[in-house]
């Protein structure tokens, strides 16, 4: 059973750094396909980025093209998304999701594991 664990939500301020983690079991963390998902009220959830396995591909949705930065920790067996220079308008809810499917996908419906959510405010 593929556990995941997010971190790093919280209050920031436009500009400010912010690093979201997403943690898994040590076994299991090499084979995974990570992804990171958001949700904003009253909007469905949505594809943020991604890592496949071995870290072979990464994806970004169209509108974090150069504002996002996903990568592995082998040491800590976290997958972080970075966003640089938040907005308010990348409020939300933060969802970590996985697969041992390969390729990261857009598409809900491909990952198998989610964990619990972690907001994420941005104020101006």
């Known amino acids: 059973q593929v556990q995941l664990v997010e971190s790093g939500g919280g209050l920031v301020r436009t500009g400010e750094s912010l690093t979201l983690s997403c943690a898994t079991s040590g076994q299991l963390f090499p084979s995974l396909t990570i992804s990171w998902f958001r949700q904003a009220p009253g909007k469905e959830r949505e594809f943020v980025g991604g890592?496949?396995?071995?870290?072979?591909?990464?994806t970004y949705a169209d509108s974090m093209e150069g504002r996002a930065t996903a990568a592995r920790d082998y040491y800590k067996n976290t997958m972080n998304l970075e966003i640089h220079s938040p907005k308010p308008e990348d409020t939300a809810v933060y969802y970590c999701a996985a697969t041992f499917d390969g390729r990261t996908s857009e598409s809900m419906s491909d990952y198998e594991y989610w964990g619990q959510g972690t907001q994420v405010t941005v104020s101006s």
């Open positions: 890592i496949s396995w071995k870290s072979l591909f990464e």
